[in-house]
């Protein structure tokens, strides 16, 4: 099982949870690896931190990708352990390939975008149990092609030709 996540590497994005939680995540699922997409500052800190918790077999970070697609459609969550986050064009990103989101309920757009838990859970930042029962909820939990259908759905209601339209719309009535 693939935990996904894609993000600068700051610490405003926080990975250093995600990387910390490993340690109780790979407790209930050994087969659970953390996959982490980017590029930034802390890249240094977290592959030490990755080493001084012995979880080299379990945690990769790969440098950031034009096209992440290939690496989202083979992840089973996607995880986001941000302390702020704007819209998030992740989580679209995400959704429309089918998958899960879980995110921490941080300022920003999580709240508003994962209303629905077909489409993603947040969890409380400060809480790891909370975090963990999500992942593993989650990951035990089938997705079913309806579910996956409404993920692709809520992603194509923020397409380009969909925001478009909205903008077009919204300037035509300013006239």
């Known amino acids: 099982k693939i935990l996904l996540n894609i993000g600068r590497l700051v610490k405003g994005k926080n990975q250093k949870y995600l990387i910390e939680s490993m340690q109780d995540l790979i407790k209930v699922n050994p087969n659970l690896r953390l996959l982490i997409i980017g590029s930034g500052e802390m890249k240094g800190y977290l592959e030490n931190l990755i080493k001084d918790l012995k979880l080299n077999d379990f945690i990769d970070i790969i440098p950031f990708q034009i096209n992440p697609y290939p690496y989202i459609v083979k992840s089973d969550l996607f995880v986001m352990s941000s302390f702020y986050e704007g819209f998030g064009n ?5 959704a429309s390939c089918g998958l899960k989101i879980i995110s921490s309920d941080c300022e920003g757009g999580p709240r508003e975008l994962l209303r629905d838990k077909t489409i993603g859970e947040i969890y409380e930042l400060s809480n790891k149990e ?4 999500k992942i593993i909820k989650n990951l ?9 259908k409404k993920r692709i759905n809520f992603a194509k209601k923020f397409s380009i030709s969909n ?3 909205k903008y077009l719309e919204a300037i035509i009535s300013l006239n």
């Open 90 to 94: 992740v989580f679209i990103d995400a």
């Open 130 to 133: 909370d975090f963990k029962l």
């Open 140 to 148: 035990s939990n089938n997705n079913s092609y309806s579910a996956i």
């Open 163 to 165: 925001i478009g339209r």
